[in-house]
């Protein structure tokens, strides 16, 4: 057999350069905005609140394996090599990772900001040095909150306090990305006369090293974001290298020692299987896809590099129902919360990309022994686990935040197209190759990736639908849609199984 776990090793260039072309795509359409006569502040700030959110999410989702790779510990803790200059060395790894994303998707618009009011040629170097500033800033502050974490924490507490806190700063990054259109409403148009109200912004105060760069004259105002901007990332840096590098040393030690777990008398150890339900017998009568269902649940639940990887993307899907409560008294269109339940969609895809991956990769070869002769019921034991552990509690959040927000029948059914095409989403990874769960090695930037290609793709794929199905709701037309869509969805999710089901068990 082939090895299945130097498969990633091959293909993570040519993810990279995929994902920069598509990052590049998505920064020449918003650079498309400079031609709606926004001034050098305005403009910037748009810029910097997109790769705010873009590199934020990106580093927090990488930083799980570059900070704290379990395969570094045999290498390197018996070495003398001092824990700054490791910490160090770490960090500029994800420094690294943040100017590849940042550059990528600012690369057209540091050109097309020249259009923007009251810029200069020197345009493009200002916005180079200040792209660079945010990507320094981005990564010292995920360093500086994993360093805090590892000083107060103990190695039990680390796992799960380090995966939430994940998901805090991936609902954070989004948050402040959804600010910014709603201050420019507010504002009408952001100024350099509201900076006040735009201090606790990061992405401000880099757009003010844009403003005071590319402009001849600035308002004393703006310095105070700018300051305010090289104050922040350096002492972030200082404190995450300086200060914080002893402890991070001291508790990249503890996680690379093995954890006894010494099981209760008298109670049998949890399974998350359920293999004695009745109803996951039911539901799984196949006892290979059982068994892969128990594998991925005791995963999720305990295994600290699948966590880390994979409970960020969980903050995005509950900011739009948030979103909506903070623009319910201003009438706005329930639209925006509704976006969560389409992008449901992708979140068993995540998981089940996320699953993938693993520090122990090698022990996948095992699936080269057994006797399988497809790896259908692998596949969707694991689909089901994250449908049941992920996908059905976030659904049940979404709808009781959704209950809050919007009060009509008729935009609470605007929502069922999208959940009606959940099923066929779920099949999409099986479908181009095998699906094994933790087959291959974490590569730096894979994850990234995957995640931004996943959600870019599949949130067109629902966008569309949510256009035809709001044409459809202004035609009367949304059941007989409904109807269809379901007899449609039906036909293709019995032929997408049956050719998961049929291709047999084989690695390129």
Excluded at 111 to 137: D, E, K, N, Q, Y
Excluded at 386 to 415: E, K, R
Aim: glycine share 6%; charged share 10%.
């Amino acid at each position: 057999h082939r090895d299945l776990h130097s498969f990633p090793t091959r293909r993570s260039s040519d993810l990279l350069l995929f994902i920069a072309a598509m990052y590049m795509l998505v920064g020449l359409t918003t650079s498309l905005s400079v031609f709606a006569h926004m001034n050098v502040f305005t403009y910037a700030m748009v810029l910097h609140s997109m790769t705010f959110l873009v590199v934020g999410m990106a580093i927090t989702s990488e930083s799980g394996d570059i900070l704290f790779s379990a395969n570094e510990s045999d290498v390197l803790l018996h070495r003398p090599i001092h824990s700054r200059t490791l910490l160090l060395a770490k960090g500029l790894n994800l420094i690294g990772l943040a100017l590849f994303l940042a550059g990528s998707l600012n690369f057209f618009p540091t050109f097309f900001g020249l259009a923007a009011r009251g810029a200069h040629w020197w345009f493009p170097l200002t916005h180079i040095a200040s792209i660079a500033l945010l990507s320094v800033f981005c990564s010292a502050a995920v360093v500086c909150t994993y360093g805090l974490i590892v000083r107060f924490l103990d190695r039990e507490k680390f796992d799960n306090f380090a995966a939430w806190t994940q998901v805090a700063m991936s609902f954070l990054f989004v948050g402040g990305y959804q600010l910014l259109p709603r201050l420019m409403q507010h504002f009408k148009g952001l100024n350099l006369e509201t900076s006040p109200f735009l201090l606790p912004l990061p992405p401000a105060w880099f757009a003010a090293v844009d403003a005071i760069g590319s402009t001849q004259s600035a308002q004393h105002s703006v310095w105070w974001l700018m300051i305010i901007g090289f104050a922040a990332t350096g002492v972030l840096t200082y404190s995450a290298i300086g200060k914080l590098a002893p402890s991070y040393g001291e508790a990249l030690a503890r996680l690379g020692e093995t954890r006894q777990r010494v099981a209760k008398s008298g109670r049998a150890p949890h399974q998350p299987n359920g293999n004695r339900s009745p109803f996951f017998r039911w539901w799984m009568p196949d006892p290979i896809e059982r068994a892969s269902f128990g594998l991925a649940a005791a995963y999720m639940h305990r295994d600290r590099e699948i966590k880390l990887r994979l409970y960020p993307s969980l903050g995005s899907f509950l900011i739009f129902p948030l979103i909506g409560l903070l623009d319910r008294q201003t009438g706005a269109s329930p639209f925006i919360p509704l976006l969560t339940v389409w992008m449901l969609g992708q979140l068993p895809i995540i998981a089940m990309e996320t699953l993938r991956t693993s520090s122990q990769a090698a022990a996948a070869d095992i699936f080269a022994t057994v006797p399988l002769e497809s790896g259908a019921s692998v596949f969707l034991g694991v689909r089901k686990a994250t449908i049941f552990y992920l996908m059905v509690p976030a659904l049940c959040l979404a709808s009781v935040l959704l209950a809050f927000v919007i009060h009509t029948q008729s935009a609470l059914l605007l929502a069922l197209p999208g959940l009606v095409a959940i099923p066929i989403v779920s099949l999409l990874p099986a479908c181009m190759d095998t699906y094994l769960p933790l087959s291959r090695s974490p590569q730096v930037g894979t994850q990234s990736a995957k995640n931004t290609t996943l959600m870019l793709g599949s949130m067109l794929a629902m966008g569309i639908l949510a256009g035809v199905s709001y044409v459809a709701s202004e035609l009367n037309l949304l059941p007989m849609m409904l109807a269809v869509e379901v007899v449609i969805v039906a036909i293709v999710y019995w032929a997408l199984k049956r050719h998961i089901q049929k291709r047999p068990l084989c690695w390129d």
